[in-house]
């Protein structure tokens, strides 16, 4: 599993080979972090962001419904709440599978 700092070497060892070096390792944390900021805005919303040939982020709601404590055999009730879903694209998959 790649982390965010991982991710960020990654772009900036990637694009340093086309752009100047300087900027590129301060610079991707930035952009990463406002990529993020972005799908997370777009998820309180409502909305779907579809990253082409990556996948999908999909906002679900979760209805309240009674649980059952398993340490007091207790029913409790769980509120509403929104959660985000992914899926793969097909073009990863299959990128995957090879």
């Known amino acids: 599993m790649a982390n965010q700092r991982q ?3 990654e772009l900036a060892e990637n694009l340093t080979t086309k752009l100047n070096r300087k ?3 301060e610079a991707t944390h930035i952009i990463l ?3 993020k900021s972005l799908i997370v805005s777009h998820l309180e ?3 779907e962001v579809n990253l082409t040939g990556f996948g999908k982020f999909i ?15 207790e029913m409790m009730s769980v509120g ?15 990128t995957l599978k090879n």
């Open 45 to 47: 919303l409502g909305h």
């Open 7 to 9: 991710l960020e070497e």
């Open 59 to 73: 906002p679900f709601v979760r209805h309240e419904r009674l649980v059952r404590n398993p340490a007091t055999k």
């Open 80 to 94: 509403k709440v929104t959660v985000a879903k992914f899926r793969v694209a097909e073009k990863l998959k299959e």
């Open 23 to 25: 900027m590129f390792k």
């Open 33 to 35: 972090e406002e990529v």
